[in-house]
């Protein structure tokens, strides 16, 4: 029979939903993903600050907007700010699904995908739009 991992006199009556780990009925903590243990629901909760990937994500987003104007040239600066604010916030934001990043930095790696995203198709309608002259003219 199963044993708690906290409690090896118990004998376990679930097990965490997140890492594997038995739980006792004194252990058990339900939560909308399932039954968990105090660590995993700890992390879950993750009341910290954003991360620094998650501020990184919108920084760059809004650096690749802010730098379209100036990229009528040669557009390879607002690609590389674009590409990693998108990069960098889908990563953040599935991190914070799967709880190994605070909550908190939610909306900041979210806002900071969707900037680079627009960046990207901004540039890309660009020189779009360029090639298409070019040929055109």
Not at 42 to 66: T, Y
């Amino acid at each position: 029979m199963a044993r708690c991992g906290l409690h090896p006199e118990e004998p376990a009556v679930a097990t965490c939903a997140r890492c594997g780990t038995f739980l006792c009925a004194e252990c058990v903590e339900l939560v909308p993903e399932g039954s968990v243990c105090e660590p995993c629901r700890a992390r879950l909760r993750m009341d910290g600050p954003a991360s620094r990937v998650a501020w990184g994500a919108l920084g760059l987003g809004v650096a690749g907007l802010l730098l379209l104007p100036c990229s009528l040239g040669i557009p390879l600066p607002t690609l590389v700010a674009g590409a990693g604010a998108l990069v960098l916030g889908l990563r953040e934001t599935g991190r914070i699904r799967r709880a190994e990043s605070p909550a908190r930095g939610k909306w900041p790696a979210r806002v900071g995908w969707v900037l680079g995203g627009l960046t990207l198709l901004l540039v890309l309608v660009w020189v779009a739009m360029f090639l298409f002259l070019a040929i055109d003219g």
